[in-house]
């Protein structure tokens, strides 16, 4: 598999969960549509090479990668935006309620969006209320709205019970909005069969569509003839080049859609998940779980255990392809580790991740790498000087 992409020479890549790895198909395509379809053929292009319709047959595609029936999924704007759009949708479905529930740990970004749509609407309409994630579950109630959750905690690696969650959730009639950011392309995932209602997720993770690719957002069919998201764009109407001053939504998932596609950029997500083309997504997390294990083995086999304090579970149904650790100088260590050509991140306050994406990274790169932290640890090479400095916006 490694060979369907650009890999750096002597690198060892533990950071797909971050920023997925370059496909040698994206850089084929982009080349054409670029200077083929936009070059040569120019505006043509939005019916010659059926430009306009790119969100809809790439939400398909993700659509099968996430247990969704066609015509679910669109692949438009960002993650926060679609989130925005679908906790919106959700209010309104749900009149007399205005709490979104949501756990202290989510991604902040998701948080930012309920707080400014709070902010927005005002307390009295939209308000958010955090819980840990063990009692999740047992804080949903007849004012709840929605609730909304990452399936895969960004800092621990934890992976929450989504069809659990979601049956809670609709026993008190409340709506489940999902964020499969760190789980979309790393693991099955059912929606449909769970019942989800919706969800929203990025591509330039486990997806690898590239830095700031679209995102992407799901709605359960049930649902079409009732939501109403609030950015009305021109590509979201019914009848986009009749250039009405009235707003009418298009029907069903184009409705989402905002504003110009980003055509370029769709097309770095639709050859990328060529990648995935014949591919179980169950064996590539149970192949993922693996050389997670093969690290958090070698971290024992070198007597350094004792030094981390691992924050992802043992129990692999409980995972996400990630490995998370708590240490003091998480940071320095991270540097230390790029420095010797393994990429893993940091996570405020003192988390040190690496994730393991079978599409590219290999047992013995995973070897590589245990016996590099070992030298850096024994060594203690993360106290010098140069790694204590913070360098970057970028962590």
């Known amino acids: 598999m490694s060979n369907q992409f650009l890999k750096p020479n002597g690198l060892i890549y533990l950071d797909g969960n971050s920023l997925g790895m370059l496909p040698s198909a994206v850089a084929q395509r982009i080349e054409t549509v670029v200077k083929q379809q936009w070059g040569a053929d120019l505006i043509s292009s939005w019916n010659q090479h059926d430009w306009i319709n790119l969100p809809l047959k790439v939400g398909d595609k993700i659509a099968q990668l996430i247990g969704a029936a066609a015509g679910?999924?669109?692949c438009c704007d960002s993650i926060s935006l679609n989130l925005f759009k679908l906790l919106a949708a959700a209010l309104q479905l749900r009149p007399g309620r205005t709490v979104v529930l949501s756990t202290e740990d989510n991604f902040p970004t998701d948080l930012y969006m309920v707080q400014g749509l709070q902010q927005l609407l005002g307390r009295d309409?939209?308000?958010?209320k955090l819980v840990s994630e063990q009692h999740l579950a047992a804080a949903i109630d007849e004012q709840t709205a929605a609730v909304l959750v990452t399936e895969v905690n960004f800092?621990?690696?934890r992976r929450l019970d989504?069809?659990?969650?979601t049956e809670v959730a609709h026993q008190h009639g409340a709506l489940m909005i999902a964020d499969l950011a760190h789980s979309a392309g790393a693991m099955q995932i059912e929606l449909d069969q769970w019942q989800v209602d919706f969800a929203v997720g990025c591509s330039y993770k486990y997806l690898n569509a590239g830095p700031g690719a679209p995102g992407f957002a799901y709605v359960a069919e049930r649902h079409h003839n009732q939501f109403v998201q609030p950015l009305a764009g021109w590509m979201g109407h019914a009848n986009a080049f009749a250039f009405s001053s009235d707003y009418t939504p298009?029907?069903?998932i184009r409705a989402l859609l905002t504003g110009t596609p980003s055509i370029i950029a769709l097309a770095a997500v639709d050859a990328a998940l060529t990648v995935f083309e014949g591919l179980s997504l169950q064996q590539l997390h149970e192949q993922a779980l693996d050389l997670a294990d093969q690290f958090d083995q070698g971290l024992h086999q070198h007597n350094l255990a004792a030094e981390?304090?691992?924050l992802t579970?043992?129990?692999r149904q409980q995972r996400g392809c990630q490995l998370s650790y708590a240490h003091p100088h998480a940071y320095a260590i991270c540097q230390a580790l790029i420095e010797a050509g393994v990429i893993a991140d940091f996570r405020a306050p003192n988390y040190l991740r690496l994730g393991f994406t079978p599409l590219y990274l290999t047992a013995s790169e995973v070897a590589e790498a245990i016996a590099k932290l070992a030298a850096i640890m024994q060594q203690q090479r993360y106290l010098d000087q140069r790694f204590q400095q913070r360098r970057g916006a970028v962590t």
Do not use: K
């Open 162 to 165: 989504l069809a659990a969650l």
């Open 72 to 74: 679910q999924v669109v």
């Open 250 to 252: 298009a029907p069903g």
């Open 313 to 315: 579970p043992a129990a």
């Open 155 to 157: 800092r621990s690696g």
């Open 125 to 128: 309409n939209c308000q958010l």
């Open 308 to 310: 981390f304090q691992r």
